[in-house]
């Protein structure tokens, strides 16, 4: 079965901390070595909080109380379809944190984020969800080399730094 170019991501948050997944487990991963976010693809028939609850729920074992929907992503890579992403962030859940077969699951301080090895568009919305932008759409644009070349907020462009 071909997997959905629809995907969701969340960031748990807790003490000024937000759970992270560095994905060292998957072969052939395109997030080989990077700290994103828990989420997946969206399964049949699956709106995006249905994806969002399972997702995490199979990363993590924790069960989502309380979250927000942030924006949506569209990822473009030279080579590949694109993707659509809805971004949450999470801050009230259930249960006790289970081992993640995708990576190791930490818990991340929010001022050390940016020292982890993310992927260069990440940093922008992680921007926009500390600064608590309104919902957004966001446009990231990857060269074959994994490089971000371009990127636009809620259609306009921005400028890379």
């Known amino acids: 079965m071909m997997k959905s170019k629809l995907t969701t991501l969340c960031y748990i948050e807790r003490d000024n901390q937000y759970l992270m997944l560095h994905r060292v487990s998957k072969k052939n991963d395109v997030n080989k070595d990077k700290w994103i976010g828990v989420g997946g693809h969206f399964e049949e ?3 995006p909080e249905d994806c969002l609850l399972r997702e995490v729920k199979e990363e993590t074992g924790l069960t ?3 979250y927000r929907f942030r924006g949506i992503v569209t990822f473009c890579f030279e080579g590949y379809p694109s993707e659509y992403m809805c971004l949450y962030t999470a801050d009230g859940f259930e249960g006790e944190l289970a081992e993640c077969d995708e990576g190791t699951l930490e818990w991340v301080d929010k001022n050390k984020i940016e020292s982890l090895n993310l992927w260069k568009g990440d940093l922008i919305f992680f921007d ?4 608590d932008a309104p919902f957004f759409s966001l446009k990231l644009c990857y060269d074959k080399d994994y ?3 371009y990127a636009a907020l809620d259609g306009k462009k921005l400028e890379l730094v």
């Open 147 to 149: 490089c971000l070349y």
């Open 45 to 47: 028939n699956e709106s």
């Open 64 to 66: 989502l109380t309380s």
């Open 128 to 131: 926009l969800i500390e600064k």
